[in-house]
Every structure is written in C-alpha cells, then in structure tokens.
C-alpha cells in the first residue's frame, strides 16, 4: 500500500488544509500517518480524524529576544533524530508538509531518508519554516501567482488551499437553530483566527450596540475570551471555537469579518461570502496577513481595514460599506475560477511519489 505521512502545526491553519486532504488521499489508497508535536493543537485535530499520530519534540526558530532561543534549537534537534527514527520505522513513499515549526525536523529527516517531500506554503511569502525547509522539497504549492518570485524556479506551483468538503455543506436553518437567531436580519460572524483575536474581539464589542441595531452578531472569539456579561445580550452569540456547526455558521453568515490568515481566507472565499479583513499589524507579526489582505482586496474579494485605523467608528463604517457593496464582492469571488487545489494537490503527491 502507498503510504504517505503528512505534517504541519502550531495553530489551525497548519493543519486544517491535511485534513481536507486526507479523504481524497484515502480513496487514493494511501496509508496516512501524521507527525506533530507532543501537545500543539494538531494532536486533538488529527486524533479526531482516526490517522495514527506520532509526537516528537519542536521549538520555535525566533527572530527575536527570548531566553528560548537558548534551548529551543536543542529541541528541535532533538526532534530531528526522533523524526528520523520514525521515518525509518513508517517508510513513507512521500511526506506532504503544510509547515509550522513541528514541520522543520520532518522535512529534514524525509531528506536525510532519500524520501520526497512537498510543501505547501499559504501565505504571499515564505515563513521562516517553510525558507528552511525549501531547499529540502521537491515541489512548493502556493496560494498567490506573486509568490512565484519567491520561489526556486521549477519547485514552485500555485494550487491555492485544499478546502474541507464539509464547509461547503453547511445549512442556513440548521445554523439560525444552532444559535436561536432569526433570519430577520442579516448576520455577522466574526471569526478571530483559533487562538482569538483580542483587538478585534473589543472592538467588535465595542460597537455592538449600533451593529445590533441592523444585524446579528455571531463571534468565535477564542478560547479563554469569552465575556459573561454579554451572554444575554439580544441578537448576539459568542462561542471560544466551534468545529462541528462551522459550516451551518457559513452558511448562515451575511457578512464575515475575519484576520487575514491564508487559509480563512481562501475558505472565505470560496464560499464567496462578503468580508471585511483586519489583518495583524506588522508590529505582531512578519506582515503575511497584510500582504495576503491586499491581494484580495486588488482582486475584488474582500474589504479590508488596517489594525492601525481600527475604531468603532471606523469598524461600523467599513461593515456598512460592505454590506451595502455586498453584491459586487459576491460576483468577484463566484468569477474567480479558483482552481481545484485538491486534485492539484494529489497529481503533485503521485507524480513526486513515483
């Protein structure tokens, strides 16, 4: 049998794309076997898929101060020769890597092992674990035609994001009952990313009182961020994380605004739902989400608001805007002719297996 190992984690969006992948890679005939960290977020998310799950040790390759550093690179290593081991034990035909720092010693010890190895890199450019990693691939998927430059020439392919089926099987009724809403007015959800988004989530709330007034207001507000005195309030529903109901929750959502992480996004957009991206500023973070925020809004996709210009006034500004444009975002996404990223995906995986 055909045995592929598939890795990535650290948050969500590093695993959410293997997981829509594993059905197809099944009806391929593929054995699947997966390697993450010991405790990261990929562990329960895997499990839960019924894929055999080995842990090894990681650490994040910071590029800034922390008296991390200082042991982190040990770990890492350390996680090399455990994934080295267990290379040699499952002998894959291939390793498919969406990237995460658990993704670093994988890669690597796929190399070492003289098995072929495909990554998939989400954001406009490269992260510092997928740049380790390049060098080691046979071939680098990618979301954005600009990423391209980025790339060694011959590696590099635009196939954009596997999408889980489900999302796209989500109901409208089943959700308005899931959250007791009505379908009087139009619904917002607000979606901070799996660890939350407290900027977001205050400002949102902040201007809950005008937004209430025209809309509902379902937020996924991160685990640990929920507010107790808002559980009451008429037309609004907050939940830390939903997995199950998320795609009754699309389907019901008028509007989404939402952080620009890659894989959202291109989710998003494949709903063809109306959206309003507050990408993380680039004081938070190396600026991917500004840059993938920008590319979709060039391309008619999304509305976006920078964290900086962030205010109630402005937040009610911008929603009003897109819901009243909502059409036109529609009809961009719908004429977007987006690619199937999964069969892509899976021509890639038996072309380099072979």
Do not use: W
């Amino acid at each position: 049998m055909k045995h592929i190992v598939l890795t990535g984690g650290g948050t969500a969006g590093h695993v959410t794309p293997n997981i829509a992948l594993i059905p197809h890679l099944r009806e391929l005939g593929y054995e699947i076997s997966y390697i993450g960290s010991y405790t990261g977020i990929e562990k329960s998310l895997i499990e839960a898929e019924g894929i055999p799950y080995y842990g090894i040790a990681t650490g994040k390759l910071r590029r800034y101060i922390d008296l991390k550093n200082l042991s982190d690179p040990f770990r890492v290593i350390k996680g090399y020769f455990e994934a080295r081991k267990l290379i040699k034990k499952l002998k894959p035909d291939i390793v498919f890597s969406k990237g995460g720092f658990v993704s670093v010693p994988v890669v690597f010890a796929a190399s070492s092992r003289r098995v072929p190895v495909i990554i998939h890199e989400s954001d406009m450019t490269p992260g510092l674990a997928n740049r380790l990693s390049i060098p080691k691939a046979s071939k680098v998927c990618c979301n954005f035609p600009e990423t391209l430059k980025n790339l060694p020439e011959g590696k590099a392919v635009v196939t954009g994001t596997p999408i889980r089926e489900e999302l796209k099987a989500g109901d409208k009724q089943r959700g308005l009952a899931f959250t007791k809403l009505s379908d009087a007015k139009p619904v917002i959800l607000v979606m901070g990313g799996s660890l939350g988004a407290v900027n977001v989530n205050n400002h949102v709330r902040e201007a809950l009182p005008e937004l209430l007034k025209k809309y509902q207001v379902v937020h996924l507000c991160g685990k640990g961020h929920l507010d107790e005195s808002l559980k009451d309030l008429e037309g609004y529903r907050q939940y830390e994380y939903i997995k199950k109901e998320l795609p009754d929750l699309f389907a019901m959502a008028d509007l989404i605004i939402s952080r620009a992480g890659a894989n959202a996004i291109c989710e998003i957009s494949s709903l063809a739902i109306p959206n309003l991206l507050i990408p993380l500023s680039a004081q938070a973070s190396r600026g991917d989400q500004i840059l993938n925020a920008h590319s979709f809004e060039k391309q008619g996709y999304s509305l976006v608001l920078e964290e900086e210009n962030l205010t109630k006034e402005s937040l009610l500004t911008a929603v009003d805007r897109l819901y009243k444009e909502r059409d036109s975002f529609i009809s961009a996404m719908k004429g977007s002719g987006q690619t199937d990223s999964i069969a892509i995906i899976l021509k890639l995986i038996e072309e380099c297996r072979k």
